[in-house]
T-cell receptor, first 109, second 115 residues
Framework: GIQVEQSPPDLILQEGANSTLRCNFSDSVNNLQWFHQNPWGQLINLFYIPSGTKQNGRLSATTVATERYSLLYISSSQTTDSGVYFCAVSEAAGNKLTFGGGTRVLVKP | DGGITQSPKYLFRKEGQNVTLSCEQN?????MYWYRQDPGQGLRLIYYSQIVNDFQKGDIAEGYSVSREKKESFPLTVTSAQKNPTAFYLCASSIHGVRGTGELFFGEGSRLTVL
């Protein structure tokens, strides 16, 4: 099956800093999503982005499907951005999402 | 409000007992999914269903069973055959069934602890 690798595994930021999270995948995809898991375990949809670039406030994402990676940008980080960020993909002929191992982010005040 | 409701949020069980986790959605989504998350890990797919009365095994189906008798409901039973059932269980749904995964939305999860 498709492999999904996220980097870095852990990230510590000072409030106000910018950061980039990366997701590499091993095969062509028809679906890619970014999620944020808050400290209570709830998974929140950030982006549905199988290709191209999207922005939502301080967050933006870019997927380069031909090169099999996606990037999530966090600008002017806030303590509420802390949590785990997951990338999940579905293979081109697939019908289920496979998750990466996540990037654990801690934003310090 | 439309959404996905999981119950119970916390559950304790003794070894050897079966337990059923509920997942209900009112989003009119065709597809529903069950994932398992262990501490500090990513999510792993247990079972998924794209249409009523049909479901497929995911990557870690052993020791689990599901049913899909109604579009809105996809309960998961953790059986006594599951050797390490203590985990956080997440239910999800997406609008697309056989046509593809579509955007996935999650419930708040159920934490199961085996004593």
């Amino acid at each position: 099956g498709i492999q999904v690798e996220q980097s870095p595994p852990d990230l510590i930021l000072q409030e106000g800093a910018n950061s980039t999270l990366r997701c590499n995948f091993s095969d062509s995809v028809n679906n890619l999503q970014w999620f944020h898991q808050n400290p209570w375990g709830q998974l929140i949809n950030l982006f549905y982005i199988p290709s191209g670039t999207k922005q939502n406030g301080r967050l933006s994402a870019t997927t380069v499907a031909t090169e099999r990676y996606s990037l999530l940008y966090i600008s002017s980080s806030q303590t509420t951005d802390s949590g785990v960020y997951f990338c999940a993909v579905s293979e081109a002929a697939g019908n289920k999402l496979t998750f990466g191992g996540g990037t654990r982010v801690l934003v310090k005040p | 409000d439309g959404g996905i409701t999981q119950s119970p949020k916390y559950l304790f069980r003794k070894e050897g007992q079966n337990v059923t986790l509920s997942c209900e959605q009112n989003l009119n989504h065709d597809a529903m999914y069950w994932y398992r998350q262990d501490p500090g890990q990513g999510l792993r797919l247990i079972y998924y269903s794209q249409i009523v009365n049909d479901f497929q095994k995911g990557d870690i189906a052993e020791g689990y069973s599901v049913s899909r008798e109604k579009k809105e409901s996809f309960p998961l039973t953790v059986t006594s055959a599951q050797k390490n059932p203590t985990a956080f269980y997440l239910c999800a749904s997406s609008i697309h069934g056989v046509r593809g995964t579509g955007e996935l939305f999650f419930g708040e999860g159920s934490r199961l602890t085996v004593l």
